[in-house]
């Protein structure tokens, strides 16, 4: 007996003198400060009273309570004599965790809760915060949740400064503070979102002011440094309408260029919101050294400027050269033409509509388009696109046969074309890559996001009648008649444009939106070898090439599930994959009706209810007839013989909507009750087959 009391006197004294290691946080929060430095450190305890359960060897066991030589308090499970499971420990200064112990360490999940009145509750490692948790600081609304490391905001998340969350930051963290992608939004409204670094906007990022400035592009050291877009935007005053100041439709002030500490400063481009813009050298936010300044009515001023004026010569006049529009039609002008009064009387012609053309530009440019023409236009501008103008030129029954949008899309290149002067400067002073990120490089022919100012727009039309009615003798009376027997009468100024579908529905809208991706290829490999074909030379169809495969495996990736890189555009949509400038891979494409015709047909892709005389009609309609296709449904083919023209060329949105005209022919036929079962099937099709690039693709004879 004596020698088992003393054994178990022995465990007792043991007990006692056990050291048991408790780590936590000395520091107690009590201000809302972004940046918080924390000081931790193990802290040696000896127990010196013990109340609770025990084992048969003596070692404390389930519930109990301790009390150590510091002051300190533990009551919670034990387990082999060590805090084990649940409990709380407190800490002579009013620290007190309540959660989860491992073998004496704080260690799982539980709340820290300070006198101050501060909390966190979620992960801890060794009495540190780590993984996911939430902390309130004392005597504030300031709150974060997210990840922790060492007690530090590590990772992701959420910083809000106030109760109703209207001033936050989320996103990356590293070492309590700011680090990766991110959003900041201030108590004054403004936003910030992009890369940061050491609490500081660091790299790629837009920052809006408010509903009155918007900047986005390369930041450092927390200010605009590098190529970037500012733009300041007007904002829409109390119940203003789309029938306002067209100079607000037209474009908003925007500055593309180069940044140094958060100014103007190297070479840029200022764009005006009446259409007017200048591009050339800043110093710190004047326009200072050599620019090109081009006024609303495209008059050209080129040289120096020095503290924002220009220098003129004695005499040298500084405004528009007068009032009308300055065409550059020149190449459309016949060497016996009066050339000067030529370019007079289609001024005139213009003015004479101005103020309708203007209501027309308003409504088109601010037009949401309906899908699937889902390209991401530019932001922060109202400027007419090119997609726009093809939806105003279907509602006013101009495309036809000889006048297509490949037609089209050629004179809004040439209309929108820079100056010589222009050019020449860009050459002078601007690099590629900041050409690029300024706007100036060049853009593919079908391009659906090219920005035409109003001046432009009106020289498109002239160019566009030029095409359109070559036999009318002169060049006034070919746009007099597109004015006034196209445009003027069928413009439409409200609604939403959009392509026709046999069910104009959601549901019909996404189908047509996921089809594109697996659409893509097989267009462009038509193009791509019926190019070749004609003569294309090597580096021109090693591009060609490498869209074409961009694309297939673009498809591929979407028809498995997975997601595309993107650069800011949706994968579904019409742009599809883009180049190295993030131009639309297809948009400098186009096929025959020849070619798109003996593929469907080669490939067995058209169903059995569709002829390729049915085929060849439902192509034709989306081209040239969408009006009545839109009120009757699909094309009627008996006076096919009177549209025949297998040598008109078609984009890629005309491809889409052909083929959905196409299945709708098909539903019909069959008795389905959707055009959507169709389009599936043709889907599968698609998905089976592997299209090669050597295809042969034979004449329609």
């Known amino acids: 007996m004596r020698t088992a009391a003393s054994k178990q006197e022995r465990w007792y004294i043991q007990q006692r003198k056990r050291q048991v290691n408790i780590t936590r946080v000395h520091d107690t929060p009590t201000a809302p400060v972004v940046k918080l430095i924390l ?78 009145g501060a909390s966190y509750q979620g992960g801890v490692l060794n009495g540190k915060r780590s993984g996911f948790g939430s902390m309130q600081f004392a005597g504030t609304d300031v709150v974060y949740t997210g990840q922790w490391l060492d007690s530090k905001r590590h990772g992701q998340g959420k910083l809000s400064f106030d109760k109703a969350q209207k001033c936050f930051y989320e996103g990356g963290w590293k070492d309590n503070t700011k680090y990766g992608q991110g959003t900041m939004r201030y108590s004054s409204g403004n936003t910030y979102t992009g890369e940061w670094e050491g609490d500081q906007k660091q790299g790629q990022g837009c920052m809006q002011w408010g509903e009155g400035e918007v900047y986005t592009g390369q930041w450092a050291a927390g200010l605009q440094n590098g190529v970037g877009q500012h733009v300041w935007i007007q904002p829409h005053s109390p119940g203003a309408t789309n029938g306002g100041n067209h100079a607000f439709f037209l474009m908003h002030n925007r500055y593309e260029g180069e940044f ?7 070479y840029g481009t200022l764009f005006y919101a009446t259409g007017a813009r200048y591009q050339g050298q800043w110093q710190l936010e004047q326009k200072h050294g050599r620019g090109v300044f081009i006024f609303e009515d495209r008059t050209v001023f080129d040289g120096m400027f020095a503290h924002d004026q220009p220098v003129l010569k004695a005499g040298e006049p500084w405004a528009p050269a007068g009032p009308g529009i300055k065409l550059r039609v020149q190449d459309l002008l016949e060497d016996r033409d009066n050339k000067q009064g030529v370019l007079s009387m289609l001024s005139n012609e213009l003015l004479c509509v101005n103020t309708e053309l203007r209501v027309i530009y308003d409504a088109y440019s601010s037009r949401q388009q309906g899908m699937p023409w889902g390209w991401d236009r530019p932001q922060h501008s109202a400027a007419l696109t090119s997609a726009q103008l093809w939806h105003l030129m279907r509602d006013c029954h101009v495309p036809e046969p000889d006048c297509g949008l490949t037609h089209i899309n050629t004179a809004l290149a040439q209309a929108c074309a820079p100056p010589p002067q222009l050019k020449a400067l860009q050459q002078e002073l601007a690099p590629v890559e900041l050409s690029i990120a300024v706007g100036a490089s060049p853009q593919s022919l079908h391009d659906p996001c090219r920005q035409l100012l109003f001046c432009e727009f009106c020289e498109a039309l002239v160019r566009i009648a030029h095409v359109k009615y070559r036999h009318l003798p002169s060049l006034q009376q070919r746009l007099h008649h597109l004015l006034h027997s196209h ?48 003569g294309m030379d090597t580096a021109s169809a090693a591009r060609v090439q490498g869209a074409v495969e961009s694309s297939t495996a673009a498809a591929q990736i979407s028809s498995a599930g997975g997601q595309q890189p993107s650069s800011g555009d949706s994968s579904g949509s019409l742009n599809g994959s883009r180049g190295s400038q993030g131009q639309v891979v297809w948009a400098a494409m186009s096929a025959s009706l020849r070619a798109v015709l003996q593929v469907l047909q080669q490939r067995q892709l058209l169903g059995s209810g569709v002829s390729l005389q049915q085929a060849l009609a439902a192509f034709q309609a989306a081209c040239y007839s969408p009006s009545q296709a839109q009120q009757e449904g699909p094309a009627d083919t008996s006076s096919l013989s009177d549209i025949l023209n297998l040598d008109s060329r078609i984009i890629f949105p005309e491809f889409v909507e052909g083929a959905a005209r196409c299945c709708s022919q098909e539903a019909a036929e069959t008795e389905q009750a959707s055009w959507l079962e169709p389009l599936q099937l043709l889907l599968a099709k698609l998905k089976e087959q592997e299209y090669s690039s050597s295809t042969h693709i034979a004449c329609v004879r």
């Open 260 to 266: 140094q500490n958060g100014q103007r400063h190297g």
């Open 487 to 534: 445009i003027l009468p069928h413009a439409v100024q409200r609604g939403v444009s959009k392509l026709w579908l046999p069910q104009q529905s959601e549901e019909a809208l996404q189908a047509l939106h996921s089809a594109t991706p697996a659409l893509q290829p097989l267009f462009l490999q038509m193009a791509a070898h019926e190019q070749g074909s004609a």
């Open 39 to 116: 000081h931790l450190g193990p802290q040696q305890v000896t127990i010196n009273k013990y109340e609770g359960g025990r084992a048969a060897n003596g070692l404390f066991e389930g519930e109990g309570q301790a009390e150590f030589t510091s002051g300190n308090r533990y009551s919670g499970s034990f387990e082999h004599g060590q805090m084990h499971g649940q409990g709380e420990y407190v800490w002579t200064d009013g620290l007190v965790y309540t959660g989860d112990f491992v073998n004496n360490r704080i260690m799982g999940t539980g709340v820290y809760q300070w006198p101050s």
